[in-house]
């Protein structure tokens, strides 16, 4: 079994923070790591996929790296709000690439 | 654009009986996937497609069937459940650019109880 791992497995804040989440998975035989949001009584939903190191991807407040050769992406939050509480996922595809391995996410509560 | 779309939404099934659950995406994706939602345990593959008549096992496949007839379904059997199967279920597709490189979009998700 491939781990991915997420940590912290849960976090709050107060609303205005700045925040960030890291994602560890194997380096070797490197596709992709994809990020999620997933909000309570949705599905999750993709942030971002990134596949070269040194990627860096961002949308609104929200912003990523990824360092394939040390096997680790970290997931940044800016100025977080309440709309951003939600579990955030991190997955990489193994084995062929078709495979997925989630890690068990980081829990995001945003104190208003 | 309906997505993904999965039926049904809950189900409660006595242990020993089989059931299908049912998966269906209109993006005309290659890929697809079945994963099941534990507590604590994250989300994990069962079983994934990458284009009709093609499937094959993910991590924890034990218990459970698959088949794609079509680009559109993707449909997961439970033979004979078992009150292990209690999760809930979700099916992804994506587009298959590159391996592993297609973002996954979700369906809202089966809540099976097995007694």
Redesign the interface.
Same mark, same amino acid.
């Given at each position: 079994?491939l781990n991915v791992e997420q940590s912290p497995q849960s976090l709050h804040v107060q609303e205005g923070d700045s925040t960030n989440f890291t994602c560890s998975f194997p380096s070797s035989n490197f @596709?992709?790591l994809?990020w @999620?949001r997933w909000e309570t009584a949705?599905? /999750?939903?993709?942030l971002f996929?990134m596949?070269l190191n040194g990627d860096e991807k961002k949308k609104g407040r929200i912003s990523a790296t990824l360092n394939t050769k040390e096997g680790y992406s970290y997931l940044y939050i800016k100025g977080s709000q309440p709309e951003d509480s939600a579990t955030y996922?991190c997955?990489s /595809?193994r084995d062929?690439?078709?495979? #997925? @391995? #989630?890690?068990?996410?980081t829990s995001l509560t945003v104190i208003p | 654009n309906a997505g993904v779309t999965q039926t049904p939404k809950f189900q409660v099934l006595k242990t020993g009986q089989s059931m299908t659950l049912q998966c269906a995406q209109d993006m005309n994706h290659e890929y697809m996937s079945w994963y099941r939602q534990d507590p604590g345990m994250g989300l994990r593959l069962i079983h994934y497609s990458v284009g009709a008549g093609i499937t094959d096992q993910g991590e924890v496949p034990n218990g459970y069937n698959v088949s794609r007839s079509t680009t559109e379904d993707f449909p997961l059997r439970l033979l004979s459940a078992a009150p292990s199967q209690t999760s809930v279920y979700f099916c992804a597709s994506s587009s298959r650019l590159v391996r592993g490189s297609g973002e996954q979009y979700f369906g809202p998700g089966t809540r099976l109880t097995v007694t």
């Open positions: 079994i @596709y992709a994809h @999620y949705k599905s /999750p939903e993709a996929v596949t996922l997955a /595809p062929t690439g078709n495979q #997925f @391995y #989630f890690g068990t996410g | -």
